[in-house]
């Protein structure tokens, strides 16, 4: 079975500062992983993902995803955070050996200071 | 817009009661999914449509829950004789096929209240 863990239900950091949102994630083939973004009252936004190929992947806004294969961790990272960023990340798995549903992990709530 | 649609965005009604809840997928998208968030626990899989037909119906909670899709369009779920446990933000999503390369688009939901 798959499955994904974000360790942290929120992470707060200052306007400027880097800023990392950790997913973990289990399957028994190879991953197809996803990042998500939910601004309040809306629904999910596609951020970025990782197939194959180079294991850093950049996306939208900004962010980036590195892929471990060793850790099993696909975390979220952005070199500069803006307010704007405050919103709920979520990350999602897909085993690549079968026809299966992604599954989301519970999402983390990041909230970017000014 | 060209976004997946849902409607009605909130809904409130009594335990007991029949909803139905509409999602118009983006044009041209084979795929289309259900899910249902809950305060805290992150996204709930229910069902998924390839064309017309559910080949994945085991996240559906109970047989109170039922989904049709027509014309390989709008896909409407059901939720008969509501409970109080039901209430959840229901999304609806859409992908141009099942494959691993197709992220899916999210409507901005309909909010379910069971009074």
């Known amino acids: 079975a798959q499955s994904v863990a974000q360790p942290e239900d929120q992470v707060n950091v200052a306007e400027g500062n880097p800023l990392t949102v950790k997913c973990t994630y289990s399957?028994?083939?190879?991953?197809?992983l996803f990042w998500y973004v939910q601004y309040p009252n809306r629904g999910l936004q596609f951020l970025l993902k990782?197939?194959?190929?180079?294991?850093l992947v950049k996306g939208s806004y900004g962010f980036e995803a590195e892929f471990n294969k060793s850790q099993t961790s696909f975390h979220l990272k952005k070199p500069s955070a803006l307010v704007s960023d405050s919103a709920l990340y979520f990350c999602?798995?897909?085993?690549?050996?079968?026809?299966?549903?992604?599954?989301f992990g519970k999402g983390t709530r990041l909230s970017v200071i000014a | 817009g060209a976004g997946v649609s849902q409607s009605p965005s909130n809904k409130v009604t009594e335990k007991g009661k029949d909803v139905e809840l509409r999602c118009d997928p983006i044009?041209?998208?084979?795929?289309l999914y259900w899910y249902r968030q809950s305060l805290g626990q992150g996204l709930e899989f229910l069902i998924y449509?390839?064309?017309?037909?559910?080949?994945?119906k085991s996240g559906l909670p109970s047989d109170r829950f039922s989904a049709e899709r027509t014309g390989g369009s709008v896909s409407t779920l059901t939720i008969q004789r509501t409970q109080q446990e039901d209430s959840a933000v229901y999304l609806c999503?859409?992908?141009?096929?099942?494959?691993?390369?197709?992220?899916?688009?999210f409507g901005d939901g309909t909010r379910l209240s069971i009074l």
């Open positions: 999503a859409s992908s141009l096929g099942q494959g691993e390369n197709q992220p899916q688009h």
């Open positions: 399957v028994s083939g190879n991953p197809y």
């Open positions: 990782y197939i194959t190929g180079d294991n």
């Open positions: 999602a798995v897909r085993d690549s050996s079968g026809n299966t549903p992604l599954v």
């Open positions: 044009s041209g998208h084979t795929a």
């Open positions: 449509f390839q064309g017309n037909s559910a080949p994945d």
